[in-house]
């Protein structure tokens, strides 16, 4: 059974740092695009974050960048996400995903796979 499995979410006030963790099994994802999204209540998932098979291209929304890094272990078949300087806006649960290409996540187009959600809750 494949599975995407996020955690490290969790509760932190604004300004604060949190690193969230996408474990996969089941098979390899070393040769797939990862990418983190998010979806508040009422609001459309969005892509904050992509990475490609290598770890050497990466997207972000313009809402996080300097803020938010991806990054990749395919030995670990895991891919992080670090939040720094956390806002109340960032509230959201956060999913991965597998895709294709980088392209397809931020398009959000033939993602096969996808986590569970971990939460994340900024205060101000």
């Known amino acids: 059974q494949v599975q995407l499995v996020e955690s490290g979410g969790g509760l932190v006030q604004a300004g604060g740092s949190l690193r969230l963790s996408c474990a996969a099994s089941?098979?390899?994802?070393?040769?797939?695009?990862m990418g983190w999204f998010r979806q508040a209540p009422g609001q459309e998932r969005e892509c904050v974050a992509a990475?490609?098979?290598?770890?050497?291209?990466?997207v972000y929304a313009d809402s996080v960048k300097g803020r938010f890094t991806i990054s990749r272990d395919n030995a670990k078949n895991t891919v992080y996400l670090q939040m720094n300087s956390l806002k109340p806006e960032d509230t959201a649960v956060y999913y991965c995903?597998?895709?294709?290409?980088?392209?397809?996540?931020?398009?959000?187009?033939?993602?096969?796979?996808w986590g569970q959600g971990t939460q994340v809750t900024v205060s101000s």
């Open positions: 995903a597998a895709g294709p290409y980088v392209a397809a996540i931020t398009g959000k187009e033939r993602l096969d796979y």
């Open positions: 089941g098979r390899t994802f070393s040769s797939d695009a």
């Open positions: 990475i490609s098979w290598s770890g050497k291209s990466t």
